[in-house]
C-alpha cells in the first residue's frame, strides 16, 4: 500500500507543501517523507478508502506545525506549480502559459486564506470537495462555496466576464 501511494501521490503532496512552504522544496520533501512513514506505521484499514484525504491532512497538518515554529503561514510561489510540469511545450506557448501562472498567483495571493487554501487543494492537489472538507474541517458545502467565490474573485481580478 505504501509503495503504490508513494508513486501515485508523492509529486502532487510534494507540490501541495512546497506551496505551502512558500516554494521551500526541499523542506516538502521532508514533510513529505514524514506523511509516508505516518501512513507505513498506520493500520491501513484505518485509511482504507480515504488515504488521499488522509494524506493531505497529515503532510497540511505538519506543514502547520512547521511555519507555526518559523512564521506566520505563507502561501504558494509560481515554483510550486512550475516545477510540477514534466514536459514542455514549444518556447513561445510556454512564455504565454508561464505569464498567465504568474498572473493567476499573484491574484490567488489576494484571496482571503481560506479561499486560498480551498483553491491549492482543489486545483493543484486534485481533491474532491469531500476530501477537501475531511482536510480542512469544513463542510462540503462551504468548500463550495469558497471555491466559488475565490474563482469568481478571481475573474473579477482579471477582467474575465462570466456572461458574454
Not at 73 to 97: C, G, K, Y
Not at 98 to 126: C, M, S, T
Not at 139 to 152: A, P, W
Amino acid at each position: 500500500m505504501v509503495e503504490s501511494a508513494l508513486r501515485e501521490f508523492e509529486g502532487p503532496l510534494t507540490g501541495y507543501v512546497s506551496g505551502l512552504l512558500n516554494g521551500d522544496w526541499e523542506r516538502a520533501r521532508d514533510v513529505v517523507q514524514d506523511t509516508f512513514l505516518k501512513l507505513h506505521q498506520q493500520d491501513p484499514a484505518s485509511v482504507e478508502g480515504r488515504l488521499k484525504s488522509w494524506l493531505y491532512t497529515v503532510a497540511r497538518n505538519r506543514t502547520i506545525d512547521i511555519l507555526r515554529k518559523d512564521k506566520p503561514m505563507t502561501i504558494t510561489s509560481s515554483e510550486a506549480f512550475d516545477m510540477l510540469d514534466d514536459w514542455r511545450p514549444d518556447p513561445a506557448a510556454q512564455a504565454v502559459r508561464a505569464e498567465r501562472h504568474e498572473e493567476v498567483l499573484r491574484l490567488v495571493e489576494k484571496l482571503p486564506e481560506n479561499q486560498r487554501e480551498v483553491i491549492r487543494l482543489k486545483f493543484q492537489g486534485d481533491l474532491s470537495y469531500k476530501e477537501i472538507a475531511e482536510i480542512t474541517d469544513l463542510s462540503v458545502s462551504n468548500v463550495g462555496f469558497l471555491l466559488h467565490t475565490g474563482i469568481k474573485r478571481l475573474r473579477v481580478m482579471m477582467g474575465v466576464n462570466e456572461k458574454p
